[in-house]
């Protein structure tokens, strides 16, 4: 705790990962000994710098930027750059943590890295979105590669902010490294599905995750957080398999819609207008706005609730009250939304809950079949991509409750991502001795 003082999102990713250790740490003694478990919380590299631009105004601006490359075991460095101004050290850490083992999870050979700054993208103009971005890569670029550590997105970090970057980084290394950032536009090494990958696969979990229990999205009520790039593609997909979503947010409040979410409406507000989600009232007068920030979509009955805007949006009294209301699937679209309280009520009240690790890996996954393709100088069709996420997704829950089945914890999907993404990694750093 001394060692990682002031970062409480850091402690909480890591309490909740080594209690569901604790059965394979029984089984397996040679991972405290060999001091695997030590290693793996400690990144492999840590850096931080500073980020200098200009605004519109002409003045200077000077924000803080993180890569944190966690673990390099089963493949190279690989997570998102989120940008926001919550940003610090404790929240990367937390995230690249979680990476390394969700990574293990899709059964790519990817480790685990995230990275990002303080920087807020809201209401800067393009040209200040580009600026900044360039000055991130001026940095950033000496310590990526397409072999070393492949940095994507994450909040505040789409198409455009990777277009920026990729461009100072192609002009610096003097190298057309098309897998060195995923999540690329489609005119220059982008893949098809990408956009959609973390959001559809996040559906896909919990058709699995509900189909085990004979179970089904379709006529069922769904609540989605968020109204991001993961949020827009979870909502388009509940509609394809028959769910109705009732409500979307973002941190000014939310909206709730009867008829259920419009998903083009949707995508014209945030990826075209690049609006606030008040806006859809405009386009649907029968809808409704609720101003604040952020637990009152969870008191909307619902029978499926996706969260899919940040970490911590869920506590323990949202949990109650989703389960009061009839709540029976929790699945995570966004890095540990729910708090361990909340996860902990979730999972006493026997709901259905799709852990983060596993539900949303989708993305880094179509990101790893993008670094494929980038690698053989070939682009698949959006079909083969999605059919190839949707195996993944499946195999991610086969794997995901075998593990939790194996240390009999059956239908703890929390601690089964947590062990079997552990596994996979702390065999390959055995295998590699101490490192
Ligand atoms: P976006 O930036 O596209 O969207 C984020 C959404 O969440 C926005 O609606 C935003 O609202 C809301 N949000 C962000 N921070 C807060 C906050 N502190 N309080 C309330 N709402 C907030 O990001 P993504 O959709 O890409 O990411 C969402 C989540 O999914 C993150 O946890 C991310 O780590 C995770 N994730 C993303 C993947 C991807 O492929 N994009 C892959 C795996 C996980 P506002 O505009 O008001 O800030």
Request: glycine share 12%; charged share 20%.
């Amino acid at each position: 705790v001394k060692r990682n003082a002031c970062e409480p999102e850091f402690h909480q990713a890591v309490k909740e990962v080594l209690e569901s250790l604790e059965p394979v740490l029984e089984k397996h003694p040679e991972y405290i000994a060999m001091g695997i478990v030590e290693s793996i919380i400690e990144p492999e590299r840590q850096i931080v710098f500073r980020v200098p631009w200009v605004d519109d105004s002409g003045q200077v601006q000077v924000n803080r930027g993180f890569r944190v490359q966690y673990n390099s075991a089963i493949g190279p460095y690989k997570g998102g750059l989120r940008f926001h101004p919550s940003v610090y050290q404790g929240i990367i850490k937390f995230l690249g943590f979680e990476q390394t083992f969700k990574n293990s999870l899709t059964g790519l050979p990817i480790g685990g890295g995230k990275g990002g700054s303080d920087f807020d993208p809201k209401g800067k103009s393009d040209m200040e979105i580009m600026h900044f971005c360039q000055s991130f890569m001026t940095e950033l670029y000496r310590h990526i590669g397409q072999d070393v550590d492949v940095p994507a997105g994450d909040i505040g970090v789409g198409a455009r902010e990777i277009g920026y970057m990729f461009g100072q980084y192609k002009r610096i290394a003097n190298a057309y490294e098309a897998g060195v950032l995923t999540g690329k536009g489609l005119t220059y090494g982008g893949s098809l599905g990408r956009k959609q990958a973390t959001g559809y696969g996040l559906v896909y979990f919990v058709n699995e995750m509900m189909k085990a229990k004979g179970m089904s999205i379709e006529g069922k009520t769904v609540l989605v957080s968020g109204s991001g790039n993961v949020a827009i593609y979870a909502v388009e997909k509940i509609g394809e398999y028959g769910g109705k979503v009732v409500a979307v947010s973002d941190s000014n409040g939310y909206v709730y819609d009867a008829n259920g979410i419009n998903v083009e409406t949707l995508k014209q507000i945030k990826e075209v207008e690049r609006k606030r989600i008040y806006e859809y009232i405009k386009y649907h007068p029968s809808a409704k706005y609720y101003e604040g920030c952020c637990s009152g979509i969870w008191t909307i009955p619902c029978d499926i609730a996706l969260p899919c805007a940040t970490q911590n949006e869920i506590n323990e009294e949202d949990a109650r009250i989703l389960v009061k209301n009839g709540c029976k699937v929790v699945a995570e679209g966004a890095n540990m939304p729910t708090n361990l309280e909340g996860t902990k009520v979730f999972l006493d009240s026997g709901v259905l809950f799709g852990p983060a690790k596993a539900a949303n890996a989708g993305g880094v996954a179509t990101s790893a079949l993008e670094m494929s393709q980038n690698s053989m100088r070939l682009s698949w069709t959006f079909e083969e991509v999605d059919a190839k996420l949707k195996d993944i997704m499946i195999n991610i829950y086969k794997n995901t409750s075998k593990a939790a089945a194996e240390y009999g914890l059956k239908d703890n999907l929390v601690a089964g991502a947590n062990i079997a993404g552990f596994v996979r990694v702390a065999e390959a750093m055995k295998a590699h001795g101490v490192v």
